[in-house]
């Protein structure tokens, strides 16, 4: 992980922190058209949301498609 990419994360974590435990907010992650992404992107949205509080995670995770996966032709390896 690079330097750039550790403050990032770290950032990140310290906003959803503070949202949904400070201000009580219910946060999401909601990523569409997944198929189209690379694998390396969704590998760092599983470290993303690696944490939690009292076994409760701070950021759940919605993936969407709207076609389905063996049909794509456009799909990034």
Do not use: G, Y
């Amino acid at each position: 992980m690079t330097f750039s990419r550790a403050l990032m994360l770290k950032a990140i974590r310290s906003l959803v922190t503070e949202l949904s435990w400070a201000k009580k907010l219910k946060l999401w992650l909601i990523i569409d058209e997944v198929s189209l992404l690379h694998m390396e992107f969704l590998a760092e949205v599983h470290t993303l949301l690696q944490f939690e509080k009292d076994a409760k995670p701070f950021l759940p995770l919605v993936l969407a498609n709207s076609r389905s996966p063996s049909s794509s032709s456009t799909r990034r390896p």
